[in-house]
């Protein structure tokens, strides 16, 4: 069963509410200020695709190194961007076959 948050004496529910800021507040409210105007929207136009393809990685890869040694890091790094740009081309020529 849920209970509804006790009242105050004055009406009041959220009397004792603690708010937190989030951490990155300022960067959150900047880059939505940059989609006012139309230099910030190109900019997040040119952002958004360089950080879709991050993701692609990040996801493959996950977000930690997984050997000791840089080297062996940027080994791994070059074939997963490798195993991306195949799942790329495979998109592509899917959508091409589709057309």
């Known amino acids: ?3 509804k948050p006790p009242v105050q004496p004055n009406g009041d529910r ?10 990155q507040e300022q960067w959150c409210r900047d880059m939505a200020a940059q989609l ?3 230099e910030g929207r190109a900019k997040r136009r040119e952002r958004t695709a360089v950080e879709h393809a991050l993701g692609r990685v990040s996801a493959i890869q996950g977000n930690k190194a997984r050997f000791r040694g840089q080297e062996k890091n940027q ?7 490798v195993a991306n740009n ?10 091409r076959e589709a057309a």
Do not use: E, K, P
């Open 1 to 3: 069963m849920i209970s």
């Open 14 to 23: 959220f009397a004792d509410a603690c708010f937190h800021v989030h951490a």
């Open 36 to 38: 006012g105007t139309a």
């Open 75 to 81: 080994f791994h790094l070059q074939a997963v961007a």
């Open 86 to 95: 195949c799942y790329v081309l495979n998109a592509l020529f899917a959508d």
